[in-house]
């Protein structure tokens, strides 16, 4: 029996695990927690006889070698152990990877970007279903892929599934793991300085996302992201399709191959296809993404009645500006998904105003600049929380701005942002934390998941914020 070992208790490399026993694998698997939730997974898989070390690293016994080591999103590429297995001549692969091994006779629409993927992939998917199409989300959304596989292979001998797409949205960690997916269709939503700590540089990470769309049979990249336009067409196909919400004037491409907005229509190769205005969810970025996933349905053969009502009825994505309830006026959004200072500024940017701003938690590399400033713009107070805190404080004296206090936990920051929001008359308390979770919870969603629980809490105790 071939052997396999998965690096990860996450949700994609429980999946890989599961899909490479259903395959005859012995599988072991290994993460370097120990909490509570982690042992639960380990009594669950180990009655499916798959092998768990919590607590440990992958380690390299020559008595008893893997064939193949599959390695979640988290874990570094260039980890030692990692290197080491290559050497040794060990296939080495992301969850990422041994899906699209299982669901490459299926044409794929990857989305990656620095920020912008989830809204954009959920848009996809939802014109795709709407067109009648079988075409879940996975990837950083919905899905573990794997997950997909194993559903997929699982029902085979019963009724084979018919998977008609594969949306996925793909970060620069699944595609550094993952070299061979090859989409139908690539998009690329936006390029700023993210995930430095672990590619080490911004050519590193540009050529890390680059590659996916190089792959890609049809290309579609965002001629309004300041990075890719100054790159331009170079490199690119020629029939790669550019948007931007300025304007035909401002495509990069040839209008026949471009998706524009004008006079408030979205235009697809020189077709009206929907009104921006059908689009419900705030922010003008929002128009950006929407113009992606109009781009990728046109490319898809899509046809605009199917489009426009997928729309119409899109209610947005968990996580990012999710509208969560309205307390004596004041509306609570959680941006938990807002995991960079790009992404938080243009979550502020697009609330109304005046703001009390939820931010922190473990602090990413990257220019502060611009959120800095929506935030003297925007937010009556600050309220910081996680790892960050004294950091972003610091920031902020040296930006000028001094209304912050330090709540440290989402326990305390959400009945003092009420507070705070009463005072200051403010309409909006937002969770946008410009932060990875990792210090205080598993992944971002769980941190909405709970401001979301805090929030609702407030509704039914109203006392806790008086």
């Known amino acids: 029996m071939p052997n396999a070992h998965v690096i990860g208790l996450g949700k994609s490399g429980i999946a ?34 798959i092998t768990v070390h919590l607590g440990a690293s992958l380690e390299l016994n020559t008595l008893n070698l893997p064939q193949l080591i599959v390695v979640s999103p988290g874990v570094p590429w260039d980890e030692p152990a990692l290197v080491a297995a290559r050497s040794l001549g060990i296939e080495t692969i992301g969850e990422m990877e041994l899906a699209w091994r299982h669901l490459q006779s299926c044409p794929w629409v990857t989305i990656t970007g620095t920020n912008g993927k989830t809204t954009t992939t959920a848009l996809i998917a939802a014109i795709f279903q709407t067109a009648g199409f079988n075409a879940p989300a996975c990837g950083n959304i919905g899905y573990a892929a794997c997950d997909l596989a194993l559903e997929v292979k699982s029902n085979s ?9 594969v949306i996925a949205e793909i970060s620069s960690y699944q595609i550094e793991s993952s070299s061979s997916i090859a989409p139908r269709i690539g998009v690329w939503t936006t390029f700023t300085p993210d995930h430095l700590s672990r590619h080490r540089t911004l050519e590193n990470y540009y050529n890390i ?11 579609v990249l965002n001629g309004d992201d300041v990075y890719l336009s100054q790159r ?8 790669a399709c550019w948007t931007t919400v300025r304007g035909k004037a401002h495509l990069i491409s040839n209008p026949n191959q471009g998706t524009y907005i004008e006079d408030g229509w979205v235009i697809a190769q020189g077709k009206p296809i929907v009104m921006v205005s059908a689009l419900r969810m705030v922010g003008e970025h929002n128009h950006q993404n929407l113009l992606m996933a109009v781009a990728v349905a046109y490319l898809a053969g899509i046809e605009k009645d199917a489009i426009a009502e997928a729309i119409a009825n899109f209610p947005g994505v968990p996580h990012r500006l999710e509208h969560i309830c309205t307390y004596l006026g004041i ?50 107070a600050v309220i910081l929380i996680g790892n960050a805190a004294t950091a972003f404080a610091k920031r902020l004296e040296q ?41 205080q919870y598993q992944n971002f969603e769980q941190r909405g998941d709970h401001f979301r629980q805090l929030c609702l809490s407030l509704l039914q105790n109203p006392k806790e914020a008086s």
């Open 331 to 380: 509306d609570f959004i959680n941006d938990s998904k807002a995991t960079n200072y790009d992404a938080a500024q243009v979550g502020l940017a697009a609330v109304g105003s005046p703001v009390i701003l939820i931010a922190g938690g473990e602090a990413k590399a990257g220019d502060d600049h611009d959120w800095l400033q929506t935030i003297q713009s925007k937010a009556a």
């Open 16 to 49: 890989a695990a599961r899909l490479l026993k259903l395959e005859g694998w012995e599988v072991t698997m290994s993460d370097r927690s120990t909490s509570e939730s982690v042992r639960q997974q380990q009594q669950h898989l180990e009655h499916e006889k």
């Open 399 to 439: 930006s000028g701005y001094s209304s912050y206090e330090i709540g440290e936990t989402m326990e305390q920051a959400v009945p003092r942002a009420a507070q705070l929001a009463k005072h200051y008359q403010a309409r909006v308390v937002l969770l946008s934390p410009a932060c990875a979770s990792f210090d």
């Open 232 to 239: 331009g067409v170079n490199g690119w196909k020629l029939d």
């Open 157 to 165: 001998s019963i009724k084979p599934q018919k998977l008609d797409w």
């Open 209 to 219: 996302k680059a590659h996916l769309l190089h792959q890609s049979e049809q290309q």
